[in-house]
């Protein structure tokens, strides 16, 4: 991949936030990786010598538990780095990434990913606050679990996801994610059927539509407005 191709990168990314110098020697230093949907980017338990820089496409982090059951802790995208915390410590993985459609990547290993950061005092600070940022999502999540009930947690990852992953049709003004209902209940912490039901009552209030492996956001304004009214 050339350093030039893909210039525009969402602004909240880890790539985005990069000085153009350091996005350039960034991406230069990557070997693309494509995957297919399911296919699996990262494995829990595993060493971590490498990251992913997200290209385009969905990842799901997953955390699996002792009994086999799954649990989905976050979704990235394009600009977004994946596997960095293993990295960066040294430790196994403490999660497993797996690909939601198709999805390209570049591969960085340790070496040449820790020689890019020495090197630019801009670019550490850009992998602290971006490390820091998702610290703090999964801090905030943990407290709307105790204080929100179901209907504003998912107000507010439906509302978030929709600001960083949607695509707004420009014809109508409608935000579609790429999300199960399973997932969506995961990362807003409810059962899947509790986030069954207040997404049907969305539905009936025309706030959103769903349809495979998507949700439709009609009224932004609308869970704007759950967000903040507790």
């Given at each position: 991949?050339?350093?030039?191709?893909?210039?525009?990168?969402?602004?909240?990314?880890?790539?985005?936030?990069?000085?153009a110098d350091d996005?350039?020697?960034?991406?230069?230093?990557?070997?693309?990786?494509?995957?297919?949907?399911?296919?699996?980017?990262?494995?829990?338990?595993?060493?971590?010598?490498?990251?992913?820089?997200?290209?385009?496409?969905?990842?799901?982090?997953?955390?699996?538990?002792s009994t086999g059951?799954?649990?989905?802790?976050?979704?990235?995208?394009?600009?977004?780095?994946?596997?960095?915390?293993?990295?960066?410590?040294?430790?196994?993985?403490?999660?497993?990434?797996?690909?939601?459609?198709?999805?390209?990547?570049?591969?960085?290993?340790?070496?040449?990913?820790?020689?890019?950061?020495?090197?630019?005092?801009?670019?550490?600070?850009?992998?602290?606050?971006?490390?820091?940022?998702?610290?703090?999502?999964?801090?905030?999540?943990?407290?709307?679990?105790?204080?929100?009930?179901?209907?504003?947690?998912?107000?507010?990852?439906?509302?978030?996801?929709?600001?960083?992953?949607?695509?707004?049709?420009?014809?109508?003004?409608?935000?579609?994610?790429?999300?199960?209902?399973?997932?969506?209940?995961?990362?807003?912490?409810?059962?899947?059927?509790?986030?069954?039901?207040?997404?049907?009552?969305?539905?009936?209030?025309?706030?959103?539509?769903?349809?495979?492996?998507?949700?439709?956001?009609?009224?932004?304004?609308?869970?704007?407005?759950?967000?903040?009214?507790?």
């Open positions: 991949m050339s350093p030039g191709a893909h210039d525009q990168w969402p602004s909240g990314s880890f790539v985005g936030r990069l000085a996005r350039v020697a960034l991406l230069s230093a990557g070997t693309p990786i494509r995957f297919t949907d399911g296919q699996i980017l990262l494995v829990q338990g595993d060493a971590g010598d490498f990251l992913y820089v997200l290209v385009s496409g969905l990842v799901k982090v997953i955390v699996a538990a059951i799954e649990t989905t802790l976050a979704l990235r995208s394009r600009g977004d780095l994946v596997g960095e915390f293993a990295l960066l410590d040294e430790q196994p993985r403490t999660a497993t990434a797996r690909a939601v459609g198709e999805v390209a990547t570049l591969r960085i290993g340790s070496a040449a990913f820790t020689a890019i950061a020495g090197e630019s005092p801009a670019m550490q600070a850009t992998v602290t606050r971006y490390l820091l940022a998702k610290m703090r999502a999964a801090t905030e999540r943990r407290a709307a679990e105790r204080l929100w009930d179901a209907k504003e947690r998912l107000a507010q990852v439906l509302y978030e996801l929709a600001r960083v992953l949607g695509a707004t049709n420009a014809a109508n003004g409608t935000v579609a994610i790429p999300i199960t209902q399973g997932d969506l209940g995961d990362l807003a912490g409810v059962a899947v059927s509790t986030a069954e039901r207040v997404l049907a009552e969305l539905r009936r209030q025309k706030v959103i539509s769903t349809g495979y492996r998507e949700i439709v956001i009609n009224d932004m304004a609308y869970l704007e407005s759950i967000r903040f009214s507790s």
